[in-house]
């Protein structure tokens, strides 16, 4: 059975889910024009997936803390699920450090890839923030898509102190 939960976050509504084996989706509540719920079910093909808060209070946790500030890191059971390629591009997002960015062609350099690949790896990415596919920016340093919108990476960034705040006049 999978467990799925609804978690209010500063870039917006995101939904959780849970395998036997960990967390296996983090996504926007609509990821890339999408409900949430469609992703979930793309991802467990056949399963049961109950609404369950239980199983995300520790990620409530953890994301409040990054939210606030005092979590550069997080530590949950992963169950991601995906290509080959695309777990690999994964570990290597979960590499980047705290407050750092890396351009798609480096991270396509260390896998012997290509950046458009790993920019389609990227957005394929199951597990928003966790697995940290807002760090990776493009070749000239500018901000390429992502799945809860360029204004929530710009926001992930800047929290992490990777951007400068953008100011208002």
Known sequence: MIAAARISSPVGELVS???EEGLACLVYSKHKGRDATEVIAALFPGEE???DESRSVELRRQLDEYFGRGRDCFDLPLDLRGTAFQL?????????????VVRYGEVASKLDSAARAVGTACGANPVSIIVPCHRVIGADGGLRGY????????????LEGALQPRLIS
């Open 147 to 158: 799945a809860g919108g360029l204004e929530a990476k710009r926001f992930l960034l800047e």
């Open 17 to 19: 889910a849970f395998s």
């Open 49 to 51: 997936i109950n609404r």
């Open 88 to 100: 690999s591009v994964w570990r290597e997002l979960l590499r980047i450090p705290y407050g750092s």
